[in-house]
């Protein structure tokens, strides 16, 4: 019996191995044409942005602006109008409010 067993084994070992090689070739075929593939669509998708060309001066105006510091007028403005927008919805706020929990 045991020599059954053995013959059964190898045989799907050779029916594996066979799989194993078919499914390789396959995948191989596959990345080639992926391959060829892509390299059509490189060349025939031409670039929808264009270059930009940055020189010294654009880069220094990007770095003050970025630097910038804000004005103390416009800050005590822009604080002003926080502490009124906080004071008009405390008001506003009443039994109206959803509490989803």
Do not use: C, F, H, Y
Not at 13 to 41: C, H, N, P, Q, Y
Not at 66 to 74: G, H, S, Y
């Amino acid at each position: 019996m045991s020599k059954n067993r053995v013959e059964q084994l190898e045989s799907t070992v050779a029916e594996l191995e066979s799989t194993v090689e078919g499914l390789t070739d396959e995948l191989i075929e596959a990345k080639e044409r992926i391959r060829v593939l892509e390299a059509e669509l490189d060349a025939d998708t031409p670039t929808r942005v264009p270059e930009r060309r940055s020189t010294e001066a654009d880069l220094d105006d990007l770095a003050e602006e970025e630097t910038a510091e804000a004005n103390p007028d416009d800050v005590a403005e822009a604080a002003a109008d926080a502490d009124e927008s906080a004071g008009d919805e405390a008001e506003d706020s009443g039994s109206d409010d959803i509490i989803v929990a």
